[in-house]
Structure formats: structure tokens, C-alpha cells
């Protein structure tokens, strides 16, 4: 009878110092016969380490803590197709994903479908693989292929050379229960994307899944018994809470936030005006971006909310670290239709304090607060917190009229604001909304407009 370990780990989302205690507890937990797997979203490019080195600081983690394959999830590309093949070429630990290809249907240099890991006399087959994303892949540079075709390609490409597979997936909870469902000859499935700290593992069609919550809080563990296949399991989601954070990976940090902030800091361009930020109040600077997201994609109409913003911009010099402080969500310019009686409810909502201050957590998002909704390309007239009327061009928002808005994929996933999920025919666009307040900033046109406040209160 053989036995085994595995430690793992998935979407810490940059929470490198909670995953600082995780390394503490792997390096406390870790025996001869361990792996240590994490299954994607590592690399959450909020992180001004991450942003000012491309990546690299992220490598580096990942190495000094011992671990032995990553599974790439959707934040390892939202930096796009180029950062990725430097991150899985640069990296000492294998990227991982059997299903992600360049939009050209190439694979991506440096990056492994799978890799065999030997832990005594065990032979481990980790295979990779990466979530659907059809909507924004090919924006950046991807396409996902078929994960069950590809993870069965695998397994038969490596048959014989390997006596324990594992699925390192980042595909989600409902897909890899799929896979435990209705594929044979996978003995476990670490899974992330879904965020589900699990009280045990599972056990399905004689598959063990488990998944370890998000955010570095926890780590999981398995202890296994082999003869001839898995014949004992148990597992568990140990808490962090209590663990001290590892030093070696404080210093890394601090190493990699100093070459971060120099490479970043350089002056892009000047601008000659402040442009303040505010959660709940009219601001200029939630303005200029709504205009510019109404000039880049288009739309009758520019529509965001305040908290997709951190912060305002002094007049002077700036740069890039100072563009990734105020937005450093992953959320792509989007546009949509939507009749105008679910813009006047979202407004209509945005008029209170209360929902404005809402927490904002959402896909992509990396703010605190939902913030107060900003108009481009029209005006909200409102008196004793109730809203008097909507203006759209020339004329009154029309209640079943459908109108090209421009906004952020957050809001038109309706997160904080719902009715503004009812739309239809939407695309998106490759750059990021940082990128786009980038271009505009350096207009001074933009920022002259940006200070025209569109909420005028009614005497009425």
C-alpha cells in the first residue's frame, strides 16, 4: 500500500498575503510523497507586482513555495495572449491548460498540456485545462477547444506512463462534475473558478473532487492510500487564519513591488486639471469615462458606475502605476441595447445613498463600492431622491424605445444595477477600461467636458 499527498490551492486572486500564510502551511504539511497543485487564477493582474513586471512576480511566488504545476484560469489571460507565452516560458512551474490555443489554433510556447510528476514510486499525470470564455478569448488573442476531447487525447498520448491522473481544472464546478459524471480513468479533479470552499471532498462515479474556497483563506489537503487505484481518501479545507506568513515570500513581495513601481512610474503624459473621485456624488473624472467609453464604442448613450473607479487624478504628470491604482478592474468597454425603461430603474436606484454604497463585488471587479451610475449623452433631473426626468439628446428617454449603450461588461451583467442585464446584441471591446480611460485623459476636450455635471436637481 502506497500513500500520498496533495496540497492545493486555487484562485488566491493576488491575495499573496494570505497565500504568505499557505506557504507557512505547505511547507509544515509537505512530505516526500506530496504534491502541490494550484488550480488557476493565481495571477490576478490587480496587482501593481504583477502589472510592473509582467507577471513575474507571480512566477516567482509559485516557485519558492515548491509548486509542481498551475492550471491556467482566466485571470492568467486577461493580460493577454503575449503576457501569457512570457509568463509560461519565464516560469519554472509548469503553466497548464490541454484546451487553450492561440486564436490561430497554435499552441502557446511554454505552455504544457499536461506533466507527469513522479512522488516515489507513483506516476502522477496532471493535465490542465482552462475555462470557456468564448465571449472574450478571441478578443485577446485565445480560443478555447473541446476540454473532454482534449483531456482524453491526454490521457491516451501518456497511456501506460503514468498510474494516478489528475484534472488540475480551472473549467468550474458544474463542468468538472460533468467530467466525474460521464468520463472514466480520472482518479482526482482539483478544481477552481466556482470559489466553493468544500466541508469534504467528493466523490462521484469514483472521481474525488475538491476545491479550496478562493483567496488564499485555505488550503486544501488530501491523504490517499494506492494499491492498484485510490482505495482511501480523506481530505479537508485547512483555515489560515492563524499561520504565520511565510518570510521568504514577504520579501519577494516587497522585492517585486520596488522594480513594479519603478518601471511604472515613468510619466506617459501631463494633464492640467484635477479630476476628482467620489463613490456617491457626481464626479468628474466617473464622467470622462463614461464619455469615453460613449466615443469609443459608440453608443447613444454612456453608461458606468462611480465604483468601477478608485480614485481622482491631480493635475501633473501621469503614469501608468498611477492608471492601475484608479481602475484596476479587468472589465472591457462594452456595448448593448436595452429598452430605456431599464435605464430609468437602474437610475432610479442610483439616486439612493444606500445602493450606491452597496458592495460592488462582481466578475472582473476590483473595487469596494457599487458607486453612483454617470450619463454621457444625456441628463438626469431629480428632486427629494426621486427622479424627475431622464434626457437623451434633444429628447425625454423614450420607456420602450431600445438604445445603443455604452458601457463596462460588469454593468452588463446587471452586477449592483439588474435591470441592466435585459439588454441584448451586445460586443465588447479588446482593451481594458483603464486602457480607454488612458486614451481620453490626454484629451483635453474630454476633461474640459467631464466637469459638465449631467444630475441637476429640480426645484419641482
Known amino acids: 500500500m502506497k500513500t500520498f499527498r496533495i496540497l492545493h490551492t486555487n484562485d488566491i486572486h493576488s491575495r499573496f498575503e494570505n497565500f504568505a500564510k499557505a506557504v507557512t502551511a505547505i511547507e509544515e504539511l509537505r512530505t516526500d510523497h506530496t504534491l502541490v497543485l494550484d488550480a488557476g487564477d493565481f495571477n490576478d493582474f490587480m496587482r501593481i507586482e504583477l502589472q510592473g513586471t509582467d507577471g513575474a512576480a507571480g512566477l516567482e511566488l509559485l516557485e519558492l513555495a515548491g509548486y509542481d504545476g498551475i492550471a491556467i484560469g482566466n485571470n492568467e489571460t486577461f493580460n493577454g495572449a503575449e503576457i501569457l507565452e512570457r509568463m509560461a516560458i519565464r516560469s519554472k512551474v509548469p503553466f497548464l491548460s490541454c484546451n487553450l490555443m492561440k486564436k490561430d489554433d497554435g499552441p502557446f510556447p511554454g505552455v504544457r498540456s499536461s506533466v507527469i510528476v513522479s512522488r516515489g514510486k507513483l506516476r502522477f499525470l496532471v493535465i490542465g485545462t482552462s475555462p470557456q470564455m468564448d465571449a472574450f478569448y478571441p478578443l485577446l488573442g485565445f480560443q478555447a477547444i473541446d476540454y473532454k476531447a482534449a483531456i482524453r ?10 498510474d494516478i491522473c489528475i484534472l488540475l481544472s480551472h473549467l468550474g464546478l458544474k463542468e468538472d462534475r460533468d467530467i466525474a459524471e460521464t468520463m472514466e480513468g480520472i482518479d482526482l479533479i482539483i478544481d477552481g473558478h466556482t470559489h466553493l ?6 466523490l462521484i462515479n469514483g472521481t474525488i473532487l475538491h476545491m479550496s474556497g478562493c483567496y488564499g483563506d485555505h488550503l486544501g489537503v488530501l491523504d490517499c492510500s494506492f494499491d492498484d487505484g485510490i482505495v482511501e481518501f480523506k481530505g479537508e479545507n485547512r483555515k489560515l487564519e492563524h499561520y504565520a506568513p511565510n518570510e521568504k515570500i514577504l520579501e519577494s513581495l516587497r522585492n517585486s513591488k520596488e522594480k513594479a513601481i519603478r518601471n511604472l512610474s515613468e510619466p506617459l503624459f501631463s494633464i492640467e486639471e484635477d479630476l476628482w473621485h467620489d463613490v456617491v456624488e457626481e464626479n468628474p473624472i466617473t464622467n470622462l469615462l463614461a464619455d469615453a467609453l460613449r466615443a469609443e464604442m459608440g453608443g447613444e448613450i454612456g453608461l458606468i458606475n462611480s465604483g468601477i473607479i478608485n480614485s481622482g487624478v491631480r493635475k501633473g504628470k501621469v503614469s501608468k502605476k ?3 491604482e484608479m481602475c484596476p478592474s479587468p472589465l472591457n468597454p462594452t456595448s448593448f ?18 445602493v450606491c454604497m452597496l458592495d460592488g463585488k462582481g466578475a472582473g471587479f476590483r473595487g469596494k463600492y457599487l458607486g453612483r451610475l454617470h450619463i454621457s449623452g444625456g441628463s438626469v433631473e431629480y428632486c427629494n431622491h426621486k427622479i424627475v426626468r431622464i434626457q437623451i439628446g434633444e429628447d425625454e428617454l423614450d420607456d420602450e424605445r431600445h438604445y445603443l449603450v455604452a458601457t463596462s ?7 449592483g444595477y439588474e435591470s441592466l442585464k435585459n439588454n441584448h446584441d451586445h460586443t465588447y471591446h479588446p482593451d481594458m477600461v483603464r486602457d480607454t480611460i ?10 474640459k467636458r467631464a466637469r459638465e455635471f449631467r444630475w441637476k436637481e429640480s426645484s419641482i
Not at 487525447?153 to 503514468?162: D, P, T
Not at 461588461?409 to 452586477?415: F, K, N, P, Q, S
Not at 488612458?438 to 476633461?447: A, G, I, S, T
Open 197 to 202: 470552499l468544500m466541508e469534504e471532498p467528493l
Open 322 to 324: 498611477k492608471l492601475i
Open 409 to 415: 461588461d460588469y454593468l452588463h451583467r446587471g452586477t
Open 337 to 354: 441595447y436595452i429598452q430605456g425603461k431599464y435605464i430609468r430603474q437602474a437610475f432610479e436606484a442610483s439616486i439612493h445613498t444606500d
Open 438 to 447: 488612458e486614451k481620453y485623459l490626454k484629451k483635453p476636450n474630454f476633461r
Open 153 to 162: 487525447q491526454e490521457m491516451s498520448r501518456n497511456s501506460g506512463g503514468y
